[in-house]
Each structure stands twice: as structure tokens, then as C-alpha cells.
């Protein structure tokens, strides 16, 4: 059992966010604040432009792609100043949770970027030049190395990728493309986030790592390979451990001044290194292979930032769970969600006891809560995919959906894997890649932007 840490909420925010406030930094009224601030949480934040904020206070976004700014979360991991892409972050949460902030010598964003130009963020949101084409003109507000102005689409891209604002990444279990793409009798809202209409682009011929079973897989989209890891097994056992000296995607951020959280359902403690109950048991039970993060030892001993940022899906003792954070407008640059063992479809679970509708009920219930977040809709980008196929050669699903793409409703061929969707997010956050370090250089998602 790992220790539960419970962190006061002094800031919410949401994309592109910037949290300044008064010279105390604290608030009772709007009049507390300066102009074009409001009082919220007892904090001053600016407003949100561009855009509507949904479930949680706005807040202003930079200009000119510069200016730092300050901001805290509830739950979210702490401090971090600039630094090396792949270096270890040891910095602790503080009580409040807040995140201290840096900036980049050349004007650059809140939240410190790295010496490679990583796309700052205050508190968990996202760049202060963000990519975004509002206020006039194409990337407004200019764009921060590593990115630049694509002035087709407006956005800053670093190796045609736009800079993020939010990633999000669904993981469900073991079924083969063939047995959901058109499948529209039993997974009809999967099929219509690409059908014609849809916000989606489908991934045709998606595929895995290439090892098996789950956890190889798992720790390629989170660290960039297996590490010699060929089996299923806990975050508790050292042989389902990576090395400290190998970094992961939330050590990344760390150092980057970004922030994560991994959602599992079913998880009843922070950072859970074990798993709880057994395969089958209804309404379903977390599996420690599905939570990638605990297995990377520069993760799991950050003890601190472990307890604050990998927690229950649904609400838990201490944890409020994914819904209840976008809810109150806390949002995560970075964010990992693995459903329980029923509804990823892992296991067969009454009443349905079938894995694809399983499957496709849960995405319904829980994806149009990212879709219709702040976060998403400034520059996020969500993915939906299996960690496999029913057999090792199978192809898998994968969705991939953002505001920023081409064509929504649509099929994208390329030959992407679960290491393109790891470099592509790190290209999105200008970090280094994971998978490229590790000898794989499978493409990067360039051929569905705008």
C-alpha cells in the first residue's frame, strides 16, 4: 500500500493558462485583482480568449510568446525548473501543489521550457504560444524553438507535429482491428468518431510494439521500449521494473515544467504498485500491468509526485477522479486513462459479457467528457487505442482525435505504431524522443494535422 497524499486545490485552470494575480498573489473579490482579472479559488486569474471555458474558471493565454506566469493544482505534481528533457525531476509536491514556473532566455512561456524549446504550462495547461491562430494573424503570438509558424494552418509545429496544448490517451485490451473497424451492431460510438460527420481520423494499420502481452506494450507507449520486460507482472516486482537511468514520458514532463496524471480504473490507492481483486470480478478490478507508470523506477521512487498524479479513474478516498477534475477546470498537460479489467475488454463481465461492447459502452459514457473540456478544445489531442490484438499479428485500432486535424471523419493509411504516437506527443511537447533513444524510429503522426 503506498501512502495517499491529499493536496490543497489553490488554482484551477484550464488550456493555455496563465494564473497571475495580484502582488500577494491571493484574493477575496474581483477587485482584489488588476484589470481583466477575476477573483477565482482565491486566486487572480485572467479570462479565457478564444474560446469557452467548460467546467472550470478561464484564464488568459500570452502573447508576443513571451511572459511567465505562475500557477498551482489540485493533485497535480509539483515543481520543476528547466532542464534536460531526459533528466530525473526529484523536486517534491509541496502542500499546496503548486507549480513553480520558469522562463526561457528569448521570451518564452510560462511554466519553463527546456535548453530544446518544450511547450511550457502553468499548473498543467498548456503553451503560452500554443500554436493558436486567435487574436489575428497565422500563429499569433509567434512560435518557441524547437516550433515553427506553419502559416498554412496557423499552427507551430515542431517535425510536423503542432505544439499541444493536452494529450489524452485511452488504452483497451486485446482485440484486432478486424473485429471493430465496422463493427457498428457492437461498438457503434467507436465506428462513429471516424465515420463521415465524426471529430476522428481512423488509423488503418495501426500496430503494436511487436512484443507481447500487455506490458511490453504498455511501457513502449510510455517509456519508448519494452527494457527486456517480456511477461506480465506488478510494479512490485523488480523484475517488472525499469531502471531509474531509464526516463519515462512523466519524468519528461517533469523536467519540462509540464504536468501528467494516469487515470486507472478501479485503483484504490495512489501509485497502487499491486494489483486489486482478480480477473472477471464485476464491476471490473485494476490490473498493475495496465498502469504503466509504477513500473518505471525514476516514477515510482518520486514518491510524491507517484501518490499525486497516478490515481482512480472515478472518485476514490482522496482521489476525485478524471470527471470531477474537468469538472473543476484542472487539467494536465499529459494524461494516461486505463479503463478496469471489464471495461477495456480484457475480461468477459455480466450483464453484457461481451469485450467489444463492453468496451464501446464505456468510451460512450467517458470520452465526451474530454471531448467537450476547455483542454481539448485549445489545441488537445485525444487517442484511443488497444495495447493489441487477439493474436501477435494482428493489426489494432486506433483512433486519433483533435481540432487540429485535416480531416475528421476519415481514414488515415500510414503505417504509425505504438512508438509513433510516443515520439509524436513527445514532438508536441518539444521533447526528445523516447522511442528514437531506444533505437526504434518508427514515424512520427505528421500526415493528419491541418
Not at 505562475?70 to 493533485?75: A, H, P, Q, V
Not at 525514476?298 to 514518491?303: A, K, P, R, V
Request: glycine share 14%; aromatic share 6%; with cysteine.
Amino acid at each position: 500500500m503506498r501512502r495517499s497524499i491529499a493536496l490543497a486545490a489553490t488554482c484551477s485552470f484550464a488550456a493555455l493558462s496563465a494564473c497571475s494575480g495580484s502582488s500577494s498573489g491571493t484574493c477575496q473579490t474581483d477587485s482584489d485583482c488588476g484589470s481583466n482579472l477575476v477573483c477565482n479559488q482565491g486566486h487572480c486569474q485572467g479570462q479565457v480568449s478564444g474560446g469557452a471555458s467548460t467546467g472550470g474558471s478561464g484564464v488568459a493565454s500570452t502573447s508576443g510568446g513571451g511572459g511567465s506566469s505562475t500557477g498551482s493544482t489540485r493533485g497535480a505534481s509539483s515543481s520543476s525548473s528547466a532542464g534536460s528533457s531526459t533528466g530525473r525531476q526529484t523536486a517534491g509536491t509541496t502542500s499546496s501543489g503548486s507549480a513553480s514556473a520558469g522562463s526561457t532566455s528569448g521570451g518564452s512561456t510560462a511554466g519553463g521550457s527546456t535548453s530544446g524549446g518544450a511547450a511550457g504550462t502553468t499548473g498543467g495547461a498548456s503553451s503560452g504560444s500554443g500554436g493558436s491562430s486567435t487574436g489575428g494573424g497565422a500563429c499569433a503570438g509567434g512560435c518557441t524553438s524547437p516550433f515553427t509558424c506553419d502559416t498554412a494552418s496557423g499552427l507551430c509545429k515542431n517535425q510536423g507535429v503542432p505544439q499541444l496544448s493536452s494529450f489524452w490517451i485511452i488504452v483497451m485490451e486485446n482485440t484486432s482491428f478486424s473485429s471493430l473497424n465496422g463493427n457498428t451492431s457492437q461498438a457503434p460510438y467507436l465506428n462513429s468518431l471516424f465515420a463521415s460527420g465524426g471529430p476522428g481520423v481512423e488509423l488503418v494499420g495501426y500496430q503494436d510494439t511487436g512484443v507481447h502481452p500487455s506490458l511490453p506494450n504498455y511501457l513502449g507507449l510510455a517509456g519508448g521500449d519494452n527494457f527486456g520486460i517480456t511477461s506480465d507482472g506488478e510494479a512490485s516486482d523488480p523484475a517488472h521494473q525499469v531502471a531509474a537511468t531509464n526516463p519515462d514520458i512523466a519524468s519528461q514532463l517533469e523536467a519540462a515544467g509540464l504536468t501528467w496524471h494516469e487515470y486507472s480504473e478501479a485503483q484504490l490507492t495512489p501509485c497502487a504498485l499491486s494489483d486489486t481483486g482478480s480477473d472477471g470480478t464485476a464491476p471490473g478490478t485494476f490490473a498493475s500491468k495496465h498502469d504503466p507508470m509504477p513500473h518505471f523506477l525514476i516514477t515510482q521512487q518520486n514518491t510524491a509526485s507517484c501518490d499525486a498524479n497516478d490515481v482512480s479513474f472515478e472518485p476514490e478516498g482522496t482521489m476525485p477522479g478524471l470527471a470531477a477534475d474537468v469538472a473543476a477546470g484542472t487539467y494536465y498537460n499529459y494524461v494516461f486513462i486505463s479503463p478496469s479489467l471489464c471495461d477495456d475488454g480484457h475480461d468477459s463481465c455480466s450483464p453484457l459479457n461481451n469485450p467489444i461492447e463492453q468496451q464501446d459502452q464505456w468510451l460512450q459514457a467517458n470520452v465526451p467528457t474530454i471531448l467537450n473540456s476547455s483542454a481539448y478544445a485549445q489545441n488537445g489531442v485525444l487517442v484511443i487505442t488497444w495495447d493489441e490484438g487477439a493474436s501477435d499479428s494482428d493489426s489494432i485500432m486506433a483512433v486519433i482525435l483533435s481540432p487540429m486535424l485535416q480531416t475528421p471523419g476519415s481514414q488515415d493509411n500510414h503505417n504509425y505504431t505504438h512508438y509513433s504516437t510516443l515520439s509524436t506527443v513527445e514532438a508536441g511537447f518539444g521533447l526528445s524522443s523516447l522511442p528514437k533513444a531506444n533505437g526504434h524510429n518508427d514515424p512520427l503522426i505528421t500526415t493528419v494535422w491541418k
